[in-house]
């Protein structure tokens, strides 16, 4: 069974631009998170779909970051416009049962 | 690998040797942990969880101890081995799903 897929691996971006990063979750899993990890802090939540609907969004830090889950299977987390202390890694995770919570490779942004 | 500017605390341990990482947690309310484990270049992979009714559980290898009157958790590796090396980070759940990550420890396995 296939885990948890993001897309890119890594991307480098110049401050202003506009990054889309993508999340496939394991199949059949409703619940899907978006974390991130920004230099030198810990991973922290951004927020929490079920299924298609936007469960909790506390963590996303201001209104240049977009998430969609359309259709209810994979996810993407767009940044518009980057700036420079949106650089990190941006992990995602799946769970069926909102238990243990699987996660993906990590996407690493740098904006420049 | 993601720990490039995050001066984490480093444990060193020889080969065979036990393991033992603490986390200490922030909130009271909290009722389910996670331990995980983190290798260059992968994202986080669950080893071993506890919840706030219990103090102790025992995985392959591995044991949770949780100290709720200090808000402590710490994670035992049995006999370690070179594959164990990696950032080991420990996570609350206080309600919703949303987990809460403290840190993290690199653990180092010396042969």
């Known amino acids: 069974e296939a885990g948890v897929t993001q897309f890119p691996s890594h991307s480098v971006i110049e401050k202003g631009q506009t990054v889309t990063l993508r999340c496939d979750p394991i199949s059949g899993h409703d619940n899907l998170y978006w974390y991130r990890r920004v230099m030198g802090k810990e991973i922290k939540f951004l927020l929490h779909?079920?299924?298609?609907?936007?469960?909790?969004e506390s963590g996303m830090p201001n209104n240049r970051f977009l998430a969609e889950r359309t259709g209810g299977t994979y996810s993407t987390l767009k940044v518009q416009p980057a700036e420079l202390e949106d650089s990190g890694v941006y992990f995602c995770?799946?769970?069926?049962?909102?238990?243990?919570?699987?996660f993906g490779p990590g996407t690493r942004l740098t904006v420049l | 690998g993601e720990s490039v500017g995050l001066h984490l605390p480093t444990l060193s341990v020889q080969e065979g040797d036990n393991s033992i990482i603490n986390c200490a947690y922030s909130n009271s309310a909290s009722d389910y942990f996670i331990w995980y484990k983190q290798e260059s270049g992968k994202g986080p992979q669950f080893i071993i969880d506890i919840r706030s009714n219990m103090d102790k559980r025992q995985g392959q290898r591995v044991t949770v101890l949780l100290n709720k009157t200090v808000k402590h958790l710490s994670l035992q590796i049995a006999a370690t081995q070179p594959g164990d090396s990696a950032v080991y980070f420990c996570?609350?759940?206080?309600?919703?799903?949303?987990?809460?990550f403290g840190t993290g420890t690199q653990l180092k396995v010396e042969l």
């Open positions: 996570a609350e759940e206080g309600g919703g799903n949303k987990l809460t």
């Open positions: 779909f079920v299924k298609e609907s936007k469960q909790d």
């Open positions: 995770a799946s769970s069926q049962d909102g238990n243990e919570q699987f």
